[in-house]
Structure formats: structure tokens, C-alpha cells
């Protein structure tokens, strides 16, 4: 009878990997951010925020396009048709679906409604290094004030969630601005006319987004695409918004307007929006957010006004901040550098609208939470929530595995973690080995002998040196570290190596 | 000049709709549901289990087609194509990804490797009342384990963890039965021949499926899905195995198998069995479950052999276990039914043969959390975690708003849950509404004249009846419930208030 042969079979078997841009989390990993998550919850939560949960899919149509580089609005996410009626898409950020669940239920919510949302997050964009397509983001929004003392409650809360989730004060700064300071500079420079807002909306487009890569480019890059436009080192070409010399200038002033402290700069940004009466709006806005930083008791060494944070996201209508962290990391090549924003947001106060035609005043904040664990192993503070393995009952006859799960049960409901080998136990090298593997902090091992004379080995493996590949049995057991203890003494003795520690 | 009618511009807005068949889940939900997978996943740790999470998307090839809806392989899915290369599709179940992560990672990963998974997955089916396109999963899989002390293991924890999970001893009972046993009676009926495994196995599936459902159907029903087939009360017919009535009998004399304890059942299985090895070797691997339940102090008010579970996946090879709730609820119309299966699972030891080749024993359960918490609520008991709303500071002149961000300030410093009222602040009768509506506990009042006499107003919103819609701020105040303390006595009167409780 004709049989495939191995090739034939090889060739129709599914390859076993992580789709291109996504990846897996294993033990630690998982426990570290759940940690950090549970952390930064906390706090929200203790800020009179309620959790929220939409599912990971909605429709194109409630999306809508704004995404974060709006270079590509027609781009970044996952979508496909169901069943011929609506088109449906993975979510690419936590704001977009709680716009739609404000309008939604807009009648049953408190107003105003904070909330905090958890959970990954979707973009088709092209993988690279440490670019992942799927990423946990955590956010908590207020929908439905209109005073800026919701902006400056997230802001301070922003640093309090750093604060918790391990970052230490000192390694982040809070940076404040307002976009309507930035509409001020663009109206001194003659690129905003309040009374035809739409006008040369495209070129204020071109600028927002040169002087949010200000950290990635410098001042000469920025001014270049304020003006004809860039040549990057690969040789192409960004068209730039046009300006001239002079309006380039006043919004390279407005970028530079920071000072030694915030009354300072606040004088400053006031002379560069000069007239313009939404920058004095703007000003004034940031005015009462710093004065409301100050009564939270969250000082200059948390939170300060930056006139160079203004955020690449076209949606924001007024104030905006961002956390970064100040220290420097080395980068592939070993350079130093500094690790950037880890955190973002501002004022949105037209994304409701959309659905309801009514003008919603909404503000918060996205904690990257994927980077911020980053972050923390770049400084060796990786939360080490639940690494203990658990002590291995080692089986040293398959006749009395009742025995050896009978051991575990009475750790376990001792509040102890532990678990019994269930590889094959004929060698049992293999199965030290795979204690050690496991980080176990204790094995148990109950041979025949033992088990006649009512006792049990307990041992201390966190004492021992790395146990070697092909240990015996009675080298093992001739360990210093290794303790015969009554049946009856097992969880006391076991407790007992736990608490040295 | 020539503007949008408002008509024109609501026919283009997006339609704030969660899409057909997801929904969304606010504050208490959230709440319960994390309680509940962090009660199990510390279940799940505490046996050595080490979390694992796999990203929402996979490639439609290693997923495979194992949906448990085995009528219609080809469906179920969201799936869509990425950038005209792979298919990717939404992860449909836990244990898909985890095959995947067993073959991709086999080198690295400890062995036998013992993992948990929590999260969402995806079913692209027809929703209907209760029935949701999204639903989390809370899974614990050993893989490399060809023991059945493996699945005697995983039938113990699934009993503790549906206890962690709130569900009292008494109130659910682990099913356990094995697919060897089943195709030992199969070929005591004639429908399973060892020597050509594959022969009639499209019946055997009927006759699965067919006995999967029992519960439902009821033993004619079945007997008659196992010979011509069945119509249904809609009319609409299934096709049967095709089954002689002595085949029939057999069958269903398995199903019938159960007797008064483990011992008697194991006994008549034995018998139903007849000479099949086979089926021998199901029995005995019971027995061997059944010894290893009891060494772990999971008795027969836990954990019970059951024939009639059978498990509707085609791909359990080994043990399979269910746990269903033992009381009844009142379903739509009233009438009294038993609550069913709430997590279920099996030994499958060719699912990582797909990817690699090379057979590779695994087992593992998986709950189904948002059920579970249904049956909670059923029973009165859903968890009570973070349903508190917080303190809130009333807001009574919007020029002293840093002294009330100051006061909720000082009160999360104390660990109490806080917030300033956001909204507008000119109807005070709507910030009493708005703390009503947000369970607070308490809320705070600093007037002009207070402020200027160095006191605040707590009012204690817990001992007073509902606030009255239009309730002036005097009428309020001189409620008994309401105490004058002086400004530095806030956090302390706050705390009185919570501790009195």
C-alpha cells in the first residue's frame, strides 16, 4: 500500500510560529506586567476612576481614521468584512472605543465619566526591531469635564502611576503644554486665522508633525520641513510646510520658549503668541494646570511646562503631556541615548462628537506599558512578581506517585507552592535537572527506604551549587544541604528553607 | 454660503454600536471578572503552573481546524489575509496557541511543561441571547506528561480553583471519563476495529457528537441520532450513525454505566467493554485516577467517574473531565434547570504532532470564566470587589478649586479612594445627584464661610436616605448625618465614616 513518505508529510505540516510582529510571554515575563498593571490600576482607581472593557473588535465605521501617524490615515489597522455587512477591525488604541462608548451609552453614564481601560492593542504596521504589531496599552480618560482641572488631575495622577509601576522621582518628568499656545504661535506667524479655521489647515499639519520629531531631528531638520522641505541620510525626500524665514522663526521661538522655571516660560510663551487671543487662552489654561500640579503637591521634579511637547495626534483641541524618562540607556550600538516618552495624551474634545454631532469635552492619558517594562529592565528593576518555582516531589517509583501527590496536596494547602515531576522518572538526573530548571527552591525525594522508614529527604536547593548534569542519586543525597525529616515534618522543614531565604 | 443641513451631517456619522455579537463590560464587571482569574490563576501557580500568553492572533495554518463545533470545520473564525501573504485569524481557544508554542519553543521549555493562559478568545458564530463573539477562557495545560497522573492532577486543581473561584463545595462536581473506554465499547459494538483505526470513523464522530448530547436530548433522542437519524421540533432532520439497535445498546449501555461509586462504575465499565484491550486499558487508567484524586483529598463530593462524559472534540485521545454546577437556575420562562458545564477538558496527544511530527502527550481544562460568573450571579454571589465608590469633593466655588484637588489629594495619601466633582459646578443639587449615582461613601463641602473659618462639611452619604433630586445645599447640610470638622481633622472624620461602615 502506497504510504507518504517523512518529506511528503514534512511538507503539509504547519510551521510553528508567532505570526510576523507579534510574540510570546512566557512565566516572569507575563507576571511583570501583570504586576505593573495591577499597579498603575491602583492608583487610577484610588483617583475615583472605574475600569472599562470593550472587546478587541469594532466596527471601521466607529474606528474612524485617527490613527497616530496621519502621514497614513487609510492604513495601520486589522480589519475585515463580516459576513458581507459591516466591515470590523481589531482596536489600534483604548481611545477610539471609549469615544464610541460615551456616545453610546451616553445617557447611563455618570457625567463626568472616568474611566481606565487595560489591554493590548492592535497596528498593521511593518515589524521591526522591538516593534511589535500587538502592544498593551493603559489609559484612564475623563469624558465630560470641561475645566482643565481634569487635565491637570491626569497629569499629576500620570506621575503617581510612574511612580508605582517603579520609576523612581527623578527618572521622569511630566511635560505639559497646550495646543492652544501653538494655534497662538501659528496665528503670530500668520499660519491660523480664527475666523477661517479650516484655511491652511494642511500646513499646520506639516508643522505639528516636523516639531514633534524636534528630539528625533534637532532644530536644523525641524526648520527644514518648516520650510521647502528634508533629505533624509537615505536620500529621500519629506516636502516641507512651506514657510518663510520668518514664520518658521516664530514657531522655532514658541518651541524654545521653555525657562528656568514655569512662571518664566509662561512669560515667554505669552510674548510669542503676542495678540493672538486663543494663545492667551492657551496660556491662561496652563496657568491654572500648574497651579492646580502645585495644590496635588506634585512639584517642578514631577510635572513642568515644555512648549516643545505637542504630540503627533491632530485630534487634540487644548492641553497635552507626555511622560518621559530622563535617563539614558545604551542603544544597540552602545551609544548612549535617552529612553524617551513612555506615556502621552491630552484634550480631545471632538472625538464623541462624531457620533452624537455634540461637542464632548473629554482628556487622558496612554501609559505604553510594553515600554515601561522595558524601561525597568534597562535599569535592572524588572518586578520579580512570582519567579519562585515551586518545590519538585521528585518520583522515585511509579507505584507510589499516590504518595508523592499526596506530598504536594499537604505543601500546597500549606500555602506552599509546589508540584510533583511528571516526566518519566526512570532517570532521575533528568529529573534534578529539572528542578534546577525550574528554580525550584526545594526538591522532596521519598525512595522505598524512606517511605519503610516513615522519613523523607528534603533539599535545600537554593543552598547547593548548581546541581551537575549527571548527579547521582547518592552524590545528591550526600549533599550537605540535604535533610532526612519525619513524614509528618515535611511542610515544617520545607517552611523552614523557605524562611532562610 | 451653502452649510450642511443637520440631516446630511447625521446621515454620515458612524453609529456608536458595540458590533453584533461583542459588548462592553463597566466597573463592578471588570472588577468581578479580574477577581476571579486572579483566584484561579493563584490556584493555578500554587500546582507549578507558569503563566504563558500567546498574542489575539495567529496564522490560520497553525491554528488548524480544530474548532469543538466539529459539524462545521471550515467556519468559526475571524479571519483575514495579511498584506497578501498569510492568512491570520483571532485565536479561537487556548490550547490551539499553545500546541503551536509547544512546537515552536520544544528546545527551551522545561519538560513536562506546565503552563496557565487567560485572555479572550474569538468565535465567529451566529450570536444570540447570552451567546457572545468574545469570551475569556482561564486554561491550565501540562504538555510532555504521558501519565494520566497528568490528568488526575489537572481534575484536583480544577476542583480547588472552581472553590477559589467562589463556588462552594457541594455546588459543582468534576465528571471524569476516558475516550479509551469509549472505543472500547465502540468495538464491542463493532464500530472500531484496532487494526484499521480509521475505518468507520465518520460514524464513530456521530456517534460522539450524538452522545455529547445526552443532557439535551434526553436517551431516546440519542438512541436515535445513533440509528436513522432525527427531526428536530423545527423539522429540520439530522442524519444518524446508522447503528443496528444491538449496536445502540451498547453504546448506550456505557453511557448508562454510572452506578452508586467509582469502584461499582469502573466494575460495569469493565463489563460494557467486554474483551476489547482497548477498553481495558481506559478502565484501568480510571482506576488510576481515581487513586491519585483520593491521595490529593478530592473525594467523591468533588470528583466522580461519569460514562456519560464524553466531550464533544474529536481530538481527545485520553481522559477527558468536565465540571458542571450541580444546582438548578430559573431559565427564561421561569422553569427550574440544572446550570450545566462550566470548564471541561481532556488528553490530546496529537495536537503537537500537527507542527512536528513526533507525538507529544499533553492534557489540560479549560474554564469558562464569563459563564462561571453568570452562575455567580445566579446564586447572589457575585464578588462584591471594588464596587465602592469613591470620597467626593464637591466643588462650590471654581476659584478655590487647588483647595479641593489639595483635599482629594490628601485623602488618597491616606489610602482613601477620592475624587474632585468635574462637571459643572453651578447646581450643587447635581454634584449630590452625581456622588449618589457614584456610590460614594461620603462627600465633602468647603464653602466661602467654611474655608474662612479654617472647617470643612463631611456628609455622610451612607447613613442618609437617597438624596432628594433637588436638594438646596441648606436643606443638605442640616441633615444629621453631616459633620462640621475642623480642615485638619478631614482625613480622620472621612475615616470614621468608612470605618463605621
Known amino acids: 500500500m502506497a504510504r507518504d513518505d517523512g518529506k511528503a508529510a514534512a511538507a503539509r505540516r504547519p510551521r510553528a510560529e508567532t505570526p510576523r510582529g507579534f510574540r510570546d510571554y512566557f512565566g516572569a515575563e507575563v507576571a511583570a506586567r501583570k504586576a505593573m498593571l495591577d499597579a498603575i490600576a491602583a492608583v487610577y482607581h484610588r483617583h475615583g476612576f472605574e475600569p472599562l472593557e470593550t472587546p478587541a473588535v469594532e466596527t471601521v465605521e466607529a474606528l474612524g481614521k485617527f490613527l497616530p501617524d496621519v502621514d497614513r490615515p487609510n492604513e495601520g489597522v486589522f480589519a475585515w468584512q463580516d459576513d458581507d455587512r459591516d466591515w470590523l477591525a481589531l482596536r489600534y488604541d483604548l481611545t477610539a472605543p471609549l469615544a ?284 520579580a512578581a512570582g519567579t519562585m518555582g515551586p518545590v519538585v516531589v521528585t518520583v522515585m517509583d511509579r507505584d507510589r506517585m499516590a504518595d508523592c501527590f499526596a506530598m504536594a496536596a499537604e505543601l500546597r494547602a500549606a500555602g506552599i507552592r509546589a508540584e510533583v515531576y511528571l516526566g518519566n522518572p526512570r532517570n532521575f538526573g533528568n529529573q534534578l535537572k529539572y528542578a534546577d530548571r525550574r528554580g525550584a527552591p526545594a526538591a522532596i525525594i521519598e525512595g522505598s527506604d524512606e517511605a519503610a522508614r516513615g522519613v523523607v529527604q528534603v533539599k535545600d536547593l537554593r543552598l547547593g551549587a548548581q546541581i551537575a548534569a549527571g548527579a547521582s542519586l547518592e552524590a545528591w543525597k550526600a549533599r550537605p544541604a540535604q535533610a532526612e525529616v519525619p513524614r509528618a515534618g515535611l511542610v515544617a522543614a520545607v517552611r523552614a528553607i523557605l524562611d532562610r531565604g
Do not use: H
Open 100 to 383: 464610541r462608548v460615551a456616545a453610546q451609552y451616553r445617557a447611563d453614564l455618570p457625567s463626568p465619566y472616568r474611566r481606565y481601560a487595560m489591554g493590548p492593542v492592535w497596528r498593521n504596521e511593518k515589524p521591526g526591531p522591538g516593534r511589535f504589531r500587538q502592544f498593551y496599552q493603559c489609559d484612564a480618560d475623563t469624558v465630560g469635564a470641561p475645566s482643565v482641572a481634569a487635565d491637570a488631575e491626569i497629569c499629576a495622577m500620570l506621575a503617581e502611576a510612574l511612580e508605582a509601576a517603579g520609576i523612581a522621582r527623578g527618572d521622569y518628568r511630566v511635560r505639559v503644554n497646550n495646543r492652544k499656545v501653538l494655534n497662538g504661535a501659528m496665528e503670530a506667524a500668520g499660519l491660523f486665522d480664527p475666523a477661517e479655521p479650516d484655511r491652511l489647515a494642511p500646513e499646520r499639519g506639516i508643522v505639528l508633525r516636523a516639531i514633534d520629531k524636534l528630539d528625533r531631528l534637532g532644530e536644523e531638520g525641524v526648520r527644514a520641513l518648516l520650510g521647502e522641505g528634508r533629505r533624509d541620510e537615505s536620500g529621500d525626500f519629506t516636502k516641507g510646510a512651506g514657510l518663510s524665514a520668518a514664520q518658521a522663526d516664530v514657531v522655532l521661538a514658541f518651541l524654545a520658549a521653555k525657562r528656568a522655571d514655569g512662571p518664566a516660560t509662561l512669560a515667554r510663551l505669552a510674548e510669542v503668541v503676542g495678540g493672538s487671543a486663543i494663545g492667551a487662552e492657551g496660556v491662561a489654561e496652563l496657568e491654572t494646570v500648574a497651579a492646580l500640579l502645585d495644590a496635588q503637591g506634585v512639584g517642578p521634579d514631577r510635572a513642568e511646562i515644555d512648549p516643545a511637547v505637542v504630540r503627533g495626534l491632530g485630534y487634540y483641541t487644548g492641553p497635552v503631556y507626555e511622560a518621559a524618562l530622563t535617563f539614558e540607556i545604551a542603544d544597540e550600538q552602545g551609544r548612549p541615548r535617552q529612553f524617551g516618552s513612555v506615556a502621552g495624551g491630552g484634550r480631545y474634545d471632538d472625538l464623541v462628537k462624531r457620533f452624537t454631532g455634540q461637542s464632548v469635552p473629554a482628556t487622558g492619558v496612554s501609559i505604553g506599558v510594553d515600554r515601561l517594562l522595558a524601561a525597568l529592565a534597562a535599569r535592572g528593576r524588572a518586578p
